[in-house]
């Protein structure tokens, strides 16, 4: 779904658990000895691992976006944490560690690999984050607000791309059977379009494709699923391109203004 940290880097870090007890620790965690970068590198994968998303994130530039999420919004995120950090391994060994100034980059083999990849941290006041000063920066500006608007932002990219998909399957379609189209469910038997929105939703979106009765004409429209919680743009697709704006909800036409992804 959405901010995207990935092993290698940082999924806008294109989500996370349910936690019923959020210890942030106050003093006593101010009182701790400071980790070196190789230390915070490890203790933030490990943590997001083991579905212990305030402790892993609070070792990153993300900490003020998950320090002030009440339990209902961290309930509300958690299967976009899950999706995005199931796939660290549960075997994460150093394999060196560079300080320039205020900034750090950790070596890191993951799930025994001899494959070594670079993790960047920057110092804030005592303590290393994992992450750059742009993301940080971006991060305190939003504050609370970070996640969700990461998720919005991953699920507009995600369906734009997948009406590229369905337009692009139609081409090909049109092509082939003598200039006409097919039905959704037609593409995705052939496997023009992913089977993930062969029940018609898909990343927080709800998508429609209509073809014309002569199958000489076709269009497609996604609408957020929840307006403001899930996406902003309504989108409307058609051999001539991808239109798309925020229209608080409401479906997208052909007069809408051509999308330019973000």
Known sequence: MYWTISISSTRAARFIAIITALTLGGSAHAQKEAKSPTEAAVTFYRALK????VEGFRHSVYRNAVEGLTADELRDLEPDFARTFASIPDKIEPSGEKITGQAAVVSLKFGGSQEVQSVTLIRVGPEW????????ALVNAQGRAFFFNTRIQVNENETYEMLQRIVGAEIIYSRKFEGKNASLAVLIRLGGVPKDIEDGEASGYRFSLTVSADEKFFFATASPTV???TGRVSFYADINGIHGEDLKGQ????????????
């Open 251 to 262: 479906p997208a036409t052909e007069r809408t203004r051509i999308y330019q992804p973000r």
């Open 129 to 136: 984050l994992v992450g750059d000063q742009e993301t940080l």
């Open 50 to 53: 083991a579905k212990r998303y």
């Open 227 to 229: 307006y403001g919680k």
